[in-house]
């Protein structure tokens, strides 16, 4: 066999321990096409190339590609790499400091190698996308892998938090999930001092530390549905209800899940959940959802509402 059959075989080999977490030598040997001695010989061609292939004895045994000191070169087919290259021109806009310019460098690096056909594919999706970007908060990513780091161990952590009111405060907590608007970064964690589960934004943490005290996971709500309850209430001077004559799914593509929540209820109508510190503001944005509504509460929503029909109603009469 040639030197560039064996590459290639090698090659594939690396391919296929990417594709899945394990594989047995005689599931290798049957997809190369070849013995399984071969295999073990490009499994140590492998090893040589700094590739940290671990091999496990006996029955139900296998190979798997682990984590090595260095990171290696990726395999990627057409449409990961079609994919990666359109997800890091995305990052590029993102919200995590300095994820941008690495984003850039790891595009350059990708679109290098990537051969005419694939990048012309790339350029065409981005030539033909906008990014509508709003006003977003700039996430700092030590913060970000650090908090990550602590869900994934279940270690407490200890940091300043800035409220509301502009003051500064000690926190420590136990992390559970980051949950990610598009505009803001979140934190799930249940506040130790507090004894209950809190939400926090990452933008107003400071000097953000993973401590050694390790903790016990606790049963806990859903993080996406409590954080999405948690910055579409908490903050806010009136909670809104009301009912939309509306499938919910109509609704919430008319309405963010940062800004409000829907929930079905019966017969074609869902309910809208939203707050706000201005009930005219709440009243507007219900009407322009162009369906028909009917308010639950509070009473002062009832009143903007019934205002603002008056103030329509003379618009449309001249009068």
């Known amino acids: ?86 997800s890091l021109r995305l990052a590029t806009g993102g ?68 409220g509301r009111d502009g003051g500064e405060h000690e926190r420590t907590v136990e992390p559970v999930r980051m949950v990610t608007t598009g505009r803001r970064w979140y934190l799930m964690a249940r506040d130790v001092d507090r004894d209950d589960w809190r939400t926090f934004r990452l933008d107003r943490m400071r000097a953000v530390t993973a401590t050694t005290w390790r903790f016990r996971p606790k049963e806990h709500p859903d993080p996406v549905a409590y954080v999405q309850r948690s910055v579409t209430q908490a903050p806010y001077r009136y909670l809104a209800r009301v009912r939309v004559h509306a499938r919910p799914d109509q609704v919430r593509e008319m309405v963010p899940p940062q800004v409000g929540r829907v929930e079905d209820d019966r017969d074609g109508w869902c309910v809208l959940i939203v707050g706000g510190d201005d009930p005219n503001w709440l009243a507007a944005h219900v009407a322009r959802l162009g369906f028909e509504a009917e308010v639950l509460d509070p009473p002062e929503l009832r009143e903007a509402a019934a205002l603002l029909a008056r103030r329509l109603a003379a618009m449309a009469g001249g009068g």
């Open 95 to 162: 919200t995590v400091a300095g994820a941008g310019e690495a984003a850039l460098r790891a595009l350059a690096k990708l679109d290098q190698v990537m051969p005419a056909r694939l990048r012309a594919e790339v350029r065409a999706v981005h030539g033909a996308t906008e990014t509508l970007v709003g006003p977003a908060a700039e996430i700092d990513a030590e913060v970000l892998v650090t908090l990550a780091r602590a869900c994934r161990d279940a270690v407490r952590v200890r940091f300043r938090y800035a």
């Open 1 to 86: 066999m040639t030197v560039e059959a064996t590459t290639q075989r090698v090659l594939r080999l690396l391919a296929l321990l990417q594709q899945r977490p394990s594989w047995t030598a005689a599931e290798l040997a049957a997809e190369l096409r070849v013995t399984d001695r071969s295999v073990r010989r490009d499994v140590e061609r492998l090893r040589t190339l700094g590739y940290p292939v671990h091999a496990t004895a006996g029955v139900g045994g296998g190979y798997q590609l682990g984590a090595g000191t260095r990171l290696p070169p990726l395999l990627l087919d057409d449409e990961e790499a079609i994919a990666t290259a359109v």
